[in-house]
């Protein structure tokens, strides 16, 4: 469940991922009440809608989906930092364990 009580649509979290992924490469973070704003204009080529009345989202909401982005980068950079301490520490072992076989 998402924070609204519904899960986001595919539209909106691609949006919205794509938003965050833009800040990271241009270093200017995404600002959630300019996104919010943005997708109440964001339009097809068609000049459609891109989403509903529904569909928008308030800045808070905005501002919570970028920290779980955020936050699931960081867990994913820690997992695979523990991982290759890991296998580092297991290297480490066996050519200590090899020194010791040849000593």
Known sequence: MGWTGKNLTATQNTYLTEAFQEGDRTGQKADPAYISK????????????????????????????????TAKRTYSTSSEDVERHEANKEKDIQEFTEDVMKT
Do not use: C, M, N, V
């Open 38 to 69: 943005a997708t109440r204009r964001a339009k097809h080529s068609d000049d459609s809608s891109i989403f509903e009345k529904d569909d928008f989202l308030t800045p808070l909401q905005i501002a919570g989906f970028f920290s779980r982005l």
